[in-house]
């Protein structure tokens, strides 16, 4: 791991029901090209499986495969640490919990899944890949929380994240141990009795066009209770899948 990576969100994986529809509706809305590699011992299940790679010119920032049993449908966001089995030892003091113990990802690296104290799904993971942090395909994550305060205190000792001190009166922005943008608290939640979730935000040349490509192609607006005007900048939708993800352009404001 470069110190550069180190609390930065660094891998998107897409769990999906039926991938080839999944990856015509990302390649319609985001442009996205695609590779597919053979995994011979795939993280998932094990066993010989494909795996593959979605690309925004020659930077690859997710995967996509198949939804694994145990797993539901969905985007998972995983934030780069030194020491993974260190950063899952602290999980349950910080009020989160342990979804999958460390495990290691073949020529990828070592992640492992836990849950926020407000139930948001999150990796963490220890690269030992080339792939830069994906800034060309993803802005900063936004996290939709379900009505309570967000859990600073877990992502700041698990990650070394703080608050901006220029604060929005709409949105909470998150910074890296460097100080740069890494995330933003939505200013929406989903309806009482949901967990939080953390949310891609896919980057666009236009959000409205996509908005539309996306409409076309089955999405639909996700399911959440929308405060002020934010949902017309960072708008969330559901994929045909069900999977949420906001849209955003390179310089988004508030």
Same mark, same amino acid.
């Given at each position: 791991? !470069?110190?550069?990576?180190?609390?930065?969100?660094?891998?998107? #994986? $897409?769990?999906?029901?039926?991938?080839?529809?999944?990856?015509?509706?990302?390649?319609?809305?985001?442009?996205?090209?695609?590779?597919?590699?053979?995994?011979?011992?795939?993280?998932?299940?094990?066993?010989?499986?494909?795996?593959?790679?979605?690309?925004?010119? #020659?930077?690859?920032? &997710?995967?996509?495969?198949?939804?694994? &049993?145990?797993?539901?449908?969905?985007?998972?966001?995983?934030?780069?640490?030194?020491?993974?089995?260190?950063?899952?030892?602290? +999980? &349950?003091?910080?009020?989160?919990?342990?979804?999958?113990?460390?495990?290691?990802?073949?020529?990828?690296?070592?992640?492992? $899944?836990? %849950?926020?104290?407000?139930?948001?799904?999150?990796?963490?993971?220890? =690269? %030992?890949?080339?792939? *830069? +942090? *994906?800034?060309?395909? /993803?802005?900063?994550?936004?996290?939709? #929380?379900?009505?309570?305060? /967000?859990? $600073?205190? /877990?992502?700041?000792?698990?990650?070394?994240?703080?608050?901006?001190?220029?604060?929005? !009166?709409? =949105?909470?922005?998150?910074?890296?141990?460097?100080?740069?943008?890494?995330?933003?608290?939505?200013?929406?939640?989903?309806?009482?009795?949901?967990?939080?979730?953390?949310? *891609?935000?896919?980057?666009?040349?236009?959000?409205?066009?996509?908005?539309?490509?996306?409409?076309?192609?089955?999405?639909?607006?996700?399911?959440? #209770?929308?405060?002020? !005007?934010?949902? &017309?900048?960072?708008?969330?939708?559901?994929?045909?899948?069900?999977? *949420?993800?906001?849209?955003?352009?390179?310089?988004? !404001? /508030?």
């Amino acid at each position: 791991m !470069t110190q550069s990576k180190a609390g930065q969100i660094v891998w998107h #994986d $897409l769990f999906t029901s039926d991938r080839a529809c999944s990856m015509a509706f990302y390649q319609h809305v985001a442009n996205w090209t695609y590779e597919v590699e053979r995994a011979t011992d795939f993280a998932w299940g094990g066993g010989e499986k494909d795996f593959v790679l979605a690309l925004s010119g #020659d930077e690859a920032g &997710a995967g996509l495969a198949e939804t694994p &049993a145990e797993q539901e449908n969905g985007w998972i966001a995983y934030i780069e640490v030194p020491d993974v089995e260190a950063a899952v030892k602290r +999980v &349950a003091t910080l009020g989160g919990k342990i979804v999958r113990e460390p495990f290691e990802v073949p020529g990828v690296g070592r992640n492992a $899944l836990v %849950r926020d104290p407000l139930g948001a799904l999150v990796g963490i993971s220890l =690269c %030992r890949h080339s792939f *830069p +942090v *994906p800034r060309r395909q /993803f802005g900063p994550d936004v996290y939709v #929380d379900n009505g309570t305060d /967000f859990p $600073l205190a /877990f992502y700041a000792e698990l990650f070394g994240w703080q608050v901006s001190s220029e604060q929005d !009166t709409v =949105c909470l922005a998150l910074l890296g141990p460097g100080g740069d943008l890494v995330a933003r608290q939505h200013a929406a939640t989903w309806p009482t009795g949901s967990n939080a979730a953390w949310v *891609p935000c896919i980057k666009v040349a236009s959000v409205s066009d996509a908005c539309r490509a996306a409409e076309a192609k089955g999405a639909r607006p996700a399911p959440v #209770d929308v405060k002020g !005007t934010v949902q &017309a900048h960072n708008p969330i939708l559901c994929d045909p899948d069900g999977a *949420p993800f906001a849209l955003g352009i390179e310089q988004t !404001t /508030f």
